[in-house]
């Protein structure tokens, strides 16, 4: 069974960082390109960041662009996103998240979420 | 960018009736989109990848039609749990890729 499980959310200040974990489990983890999605709440769905499955390609949106870096670690199965002069606007749910092919054009599997918010 | 607009907004339907969901891109996507259903508490889920293809564990009842910027979820009858947030998602088709989504139909029992 394919397994995401993410960790590191919490409170934090505007202009702090914060470190996102996934551990993923029940599939190839070097197989699959991997993808952040975030999700404010009461909001829909907003794609932050992919990576290839050997790390050699890397998106970002424009609106995490120079603040925040995936990254993972296949020996360990896990996929990290590091979060940088974090804003108010980067409030939300964040969703450690499958690429479904090669292609990664769609997302076939969701962790459960990890909730950050930035507040003075 | 190519931005995806969803319709309608909300849609309140009772159980057995035919939902129709509609998402229009901006500019073609080929058959290069998704659907997905978000309940409550919940991450989303993948329904329809490539326009008509239903994902994995996907009732029957789900249908995913359309190509280039017109799509459309069709549930052909509705089940009490099937009244959830409806979102459409593509990927840009040349890098460096973008993925957007829509801004979500709520189905909701009238």
């Known amino acids: 069974e394919v397994q995401l499980v993410e960790s590191g959310g919490g409170l934090v200040q505007p202009g702090g960082s914060l470190r996102l974990s996934c551990a993923a489990s029940?599939?190839?983890?070097?197989?699959?390109?991997m993808i952040w999605v975030r999700q404010a709440p009461g909001k829909g769905p907003e794609w932050v960041s992919y990576?290839?499955?050997?790390?050699?390609?890397?998106y970002y949106a424009d609106s995490v662009r120079g603040r925040f870096t995936i990254s993972r670690d296949n020996a360990k199965n896990s996929l990290y996103l590091q979060m940088d002069s974090l804003r108010v606007e980067d409030t939300a749910v964040y969703y450690c998240v499958r690429g479904d092919d090669i292609a990664a054009i769609h997302f076939d599997y969701w962790g459960q979420g990890t909730l950050v918010t930035v507040s003075s | 960018e190519v931005v995806l607009t969803q319709s309608p907004a909300t849609l309140s339907l009772s159980p057995g009736d035919r939902a129709t969901l509609s998402c229009r891109a901006s500019q073609s996507v080929s058959i290069y989109l998704a659907w997905y259903q978000q309940k409550p508490g919940q991450a989303p889920r993948l329904l329809i990848y490539?326009?008509?293809n239903r994902a994995a564990g996907i009732p029957a009842r789900f249908r995913g039609s359309g190509s280039g910027t017109d799509f459309t979820l069709t549930i052909s009858s509705l089940e009490p749990e099937d009244f959830a947030v409806y979102y459409c998602?593509?990927?840009?088709?040349?890098?460096?890729?973008?993925?957007?989504f829509g801004q979500g139909t709520k189905l909701e029992i009238k």
């Open positions: 029940g599939f190839i983890f070097s197989d699959y390109s």
């Open positions: 990576i290839s499955s050997t790390s050699t390609t890397i």
């Open positions: 998602q593509q990927r840009d088709a040349w890098p460096p890729y973008t993925y957007t």
């Open positions: 490539d326009a008509s």
